[in-house]
C-alpha cells in the first residue's frame, strides 16, 4: 500500500519554527521527487518546495523562500520541510506529494504531475 504520512504540524507563535516530516512507503522513494504544498481555507493549493532526490536539487517559492528548507533522508524514505520565521500567513494544511517527474521548479507546481499526495498536517500560527 502506497503511504505519505505527514507529521510536526502544530501550533505555534509568530516568529517561531516547526519541522514537518513526510515518510513514504510502499512505492520506490529515489524514483520519485517529493513536493510540499499547502492550502489554506478559501485559497488555492499551493505547491511551496520540491526536491528532486535523483539530483539533489532544491527549490522553494517566492512565498516562502529564505524561510523554509526541504530536504531528505532517503535511508529513512523521509522529507523534511523546516520553516522558519513563521508568520500568521503561513497558516494551512501542509500536504506532501509525490511525482516520477514533476516540474521541480521555484514558483510552478502542477497537482496532476503528482501520483502520491499524504492527508496533511494542520499549522497554526498565532499572531
Known amino acids: 500500500e502506497v503511504q505519505l504520512v505527514e507529521s510536526g504540524g502544530g501550533l505555534v507563535q509568530a516568529g517561531g519554527s516547526l519541522r514537518l516530516s513526510c515518510v513514504a512507503s510502499?512505492?520506490?522513494?529515489?524514483?520519485?521527487?517529493i513536493s510540499w504544498f499547502r492550502q489554506a481555507p478559501g485559497k488555492v493549493r499551493e505547491g511551496i518546495a520540491c526536491?528532486?532526490?535523483?539530483?539533489?536539487?532544491?527549490v522553494a517559492s517566492d512565498s516562502v523562500r529564505g524561510r523554509v528548507t526541504i530536504s531528505s533522508d532517503n535511508a529513512k524514505n523521509t522529507v523534511y520541510l523546516q520553516m522558519n520565521s513563521l508568520k500568521p500567513e503561513d497558516e494551512a494544511v501542509y500536504s506532501c506529494?509525490?511525482?516520477?517527474?514533476?516540474?521541480?521548479?521555484?514558483?510552478?507546481?502542477?497537482?496532476?504531475?503528482?501520483?502520491?499526495w499524504g492527508q496533511g498536517t494542520q499549522v497554526t500560527v498565532s499572531s
Open positions: 506529494a509525490a511525482g516520477r517527474n514533476p516540474r521541480c521548479s521555484g514558483d510552478s507546481y502542477y497537482p496532476w504531475e503528482y501520483d502520491y
Open positions: 510502499g512505492f520506490t522513494f529515489d524514483d520519485y521527487a
Open positions: 526536491i528532486d532526490k535523483s539530483s539533489g536539487k532544491t
